[in-house]
């Protein structure tokens, strides 16, 4: 038994899970009801990425999900020098990790604009002035089209991930 490759399915999978699961969670259903909800929403929100471990679990997640990946698909094609590249399962993961690292940039950048739209919230005082909603409405434009990125494009990473051992071309 490989227990290297054993090791870092597991550490792919499981990471894996968390990271797309974690991400359609705060995408779908959590983001959407801190909107909707307005202080109470910006006190949970607060809470959770100041208070909790949820960042440092997420970014911990995704990091390794990833060098899991790319090692194991080293590992399946001699370091990258294989035919097993061209196989349905070669091509497969390759396109499944095409797309993770598409969603992983977007979740990067998804956490970068919730991180400041945090700060700004902290220092708004009542009424925002009028630069205040510029930025914040220049980062909720950003949002629009980034967090469906993210949210698409780990979905179609798990699907590949899911299938690519099954793919015959």
Same mark, same amino acid.
């Given at each position: 038994?490989?227990? #290297? ?16 699961? $974690? ?11 801190? %909107?909707?909800?307005?202080? $109470?929403?910006?006190?949970? !929100?607060?809470? #959770? ?7 440092? !679990? ?5 990091? !390794? ?7 194991? /698909? ?18 497969? /993961? ?27 919230? $902290? ?13 914040? $409405? ?5 949002? !629009? ?6 949210? /698409? ?11 690519? %051992? /099954?793919?015959?071309?």
């Amino acid at each position: 038994m490989d227990y #290297l490759t054993l090791t870092l399915r597991l550490i792919h999978i499981v990471g894996g899970i968390f990271w797309v699961g $974690s991400a359609l969670l705060m995408n779908v259903f959590i983001a959407p009801t801190l %909107r909707a909800t307005g202080d $109470s929403g910006k006190q949970f !929100a607060s809470h #959770l990425m100041t208070r909790t471990r949820f960042t440092n !679990a997420m970014t911990i997640s995704v990091y !390794a999900t990833v060098i899991a990946g790319f090692w194991l /698909y080293g590992i399946d094609s001699n370091w990258f020098q294989s035919p097993w590249m061209s196989s349905g399962a070669g091509v497969g /993961y390759g396109i499944g990790a095409a797309f993770g690292i598409v969603g992983m940039v977007a979740g990067i950048k998804n956490g970068a604009n919730n991180r400041k739209m945090a700060e700004l919230g $902290s220092k708004i005082q009542g009424k925002p002035t009028t630069e205040q909603m510029a930025v914040l $409405s220049a980062i909720q434009e950003q949002q !629009a089209w980034i967090v469906p990125v993210n949210s /698409y494009t780990l979905l179609v990473a798990a699907f590949f991930m899911a299938i690519a %051992r /099954y793919l015959v071309f």
